[in-house]
């Protein structure tokens, strides 16, 4: 579920990225994404590590 999320907004961002009127957006998702990517790995290792 979060794999998608981060894709997503991975997606967005790229179709925001070269318009200058949307900098407040991509720093947002950008931030989001970061965060989505730290969760995602964090909940990955515990997997791996309870595994």
Do not use: P
């Amino acid at each position: 579920m979060i794999k998608n999320e981060i894709e997503s907004m991975r997606n967005v961002l790229n179709q925001l990225i070269g318009n200058q009127e949307d900098y407040g957006k991509i720093y947002d998702l950008s931030t989001k994404l970061d965060c989505l990517i730290v969760d995602y790995y964090n909940q990955e290792d515990t997997i791996n590590f309870n595994g």
